[in-house]
């Protein structure tokens, strides 16, 4: 135990000490003296024990102990009053410890069920601290309360622990505490008192300037792509009438479809500002069905732009099919055909209203013609046909990718004793042409593959990858 010290300098001083600063503080925080000076958001006051207390060290924070909490805090004695502390600490001073693993050599196995990975919400850890004894394992819950101010999501109440490494290292756990999410607060339960916190995933928003931008870039990149799908849809069936390919014919068709969806999208997007905000249209309805079926065709002919990769790469030999066009056909446009009739008979498509906000939590609504917000079945239609099928389609196709890179450098290896070692200089400027030639080839492979729909993910964390996911699937015709 330090030496009595002004309340404020308690951090700090543990900070400097040699044991965890946390366990420092804790001993300290009850035997410090109050300056002069009113520290900003510290709580510290006698409270009666056979009574529940509740404070708030800040507006954004609240604090409830149940009577057999203070009570227990006291110790085996009986005393009237206990000495009740309650702080906010910015988080910057718990530093995680790494994770510890179990086992020697290739198996490490980490032993840490119970932590917790998020951002501390507020980045401010609430610290509870009562009477002269360690309180654990209470019948009653201490309630904790945390305001939200920010738009979050999956916040999930936790304490400190300390790390057995005894350096002030710790991590977040879970254990003893119960999280309650009421919307605009979150409610903590925990049977004991330690330093508290919420952690959170911040929902990535976008401002209104930011979704401007968006979406130029998208109506442009959309209609320069049909521009040029129409190009290569021209130059396509001339090579065709000249001398008949089956990879040209594959690729005429995925050229197609995604002629189909850019426009497609930019007429569902344009339409719905035509009508009135509770209308549907029928006109909106078949949109709708046509977005959603360019959509599934661009996927199936992605998907079997990779299959005929397939059997070039891999089968090469004895790969004649008959009528074998005709059968991809059936496939590509067959499936997307078959499943939009079924969700046409099942009302899904109308118009559909997303919700946004902005930073200042300001809400606004974007509405296209696509599958009706109404619809109760909705969201299902929508993970089966526009989140599990594209996945399987991109996860499919970057298998076929990785096989191309294989086979490209078992071809640039194989060539690699026929070089003369009297012209390296000429064998390397070679080899870097060939080099920057497989590179373009993979670049231009992926995008007809539809590998560039597998960036949505970066959507949810970063703005660039927004940015990013926009630019490249826009201009993907």
Request: net charge positive; hydrophobic share 40%; proline share 3%.
């Amino acid at each position: 135990t330090l030496t009595p010290v002004f309340c404020e300098h308690v951090l700090h001083t543990c900070q400097q000490g040699v044991i965890p600063w946390t366990r420092c503080y804790e001993e300290n925080i009850a035997t410090c003296r109050q300056g002069r000076n009113l520290q900003q958001n510290f709580i510290r006051l006698m409270v009666n024990s056979s009574q529940e207390a509740e404070v708030s060290p800040t507006i954004q924070h609240r604090v409830h102990i149940p009577s057999s909490a203070l009570q227990r805090s006291g110790g085996a004695g009986s005393v009237d009053e206990v000495l009740l502390v309650a702080t906010v600490i910015d988080s910057t001073f718990f530093k995680l410890s790494p994770p510890r693993v179990k086992g020697k050599g290739r198996a490490l196995i980490p032993v840490q069920p119970t932590h917790r990975q998020g951002i501390v919400m507020d980045g401010l850890v609430l610290a509870v601290r009562a009477g002269n004894h360690a309180v654990t394992n209470l019948s009653q819950p201490i309630i904790l309360t945390f305001k939200r101010n920010k738009q979050v999501e999956n916040g999930t109440c936790v304490f400190w622990q300390e790390s057995q490494l005894d350096n002030g290292t710790g991590s977040w756990s879970t254990d003893g505490c119960d999280t309650s999410d009421k919307g605009n607060e979150f409610i903590c339960s925990c049977n004991h008192l330690s330093f508290f916190a919420v952690l959170v995933n911040p929902v990535l928003s976008v401002d209104k300037s930011t979704a401007v931008n968006l979406s130029y870039i998208t109506y442009i990149g959309s209609a320069l792509s049909i521009f040029f799908t129409v190009i290569s849809l021209i130059i396509y069936i001339s090579l065709q009438r000249r001398r008949p390919e089956k990879a040209i014919g594959v690729h005429m068709q995925l050229t197609g479809a995604l002629l189909c969806l850019h426009l497609s999208f930019l007429l569902c997007s344009f339409w719905v500002w035509l009508l009135n905000e509770n209308a549907e249209g029928r006109v909106c309805q078949v949109l709708g069905l046509f977005l959603h079926w360019s959509l599934l065709a661009s996927f199936s002919w992605a998907a079997l732009e990779g299959f005929h990769l397939y059997l070039l790469l891999v089968r090469v030999f004895n790969i004649y099919v008959r009528r074998y066009l005709l059968k991809l056909s059936l496939v590509g446009w067959g499936l997307p055909t078959l499943t939009v009739i079924a969700c046409g008979i099942s009302g899904v498509y109308g118009k559909y209203s997303l919700e946004l906000r902005d930073d200042n939590n300001r809400n606004s609504t974007a509405q296209m013609c696509w599958m009706s917000s109404e619809f109760p079945q909705r969201l299902l239609v929508s993970y089966i046909t526009t989140l599990a099928f594209p996945c399987l389609v991109i996860l499919c196709n970057s298998c076929m990718l990785g096989l191309v890179v294989f086979k490209l450098r078992q071809l640039r290896g194989g060539s690699r004793g026929t070089e003369s070692t009297s012209g390296w200089k000429k064998m390397n400027r070679e080899k870097a042409t060939k080099l920057w030639k497989d590179c373009v080839t993979v670049l231009g492979l992926s995008c007809v593959l539809g590998l560039p729909w597998g960036l949505a993910s970066t959507t949810y964390i970063s703005l660039p990858g927004i940015y990013v996911f926009t630019i490249l699937n826009s201009l993907q015709g």
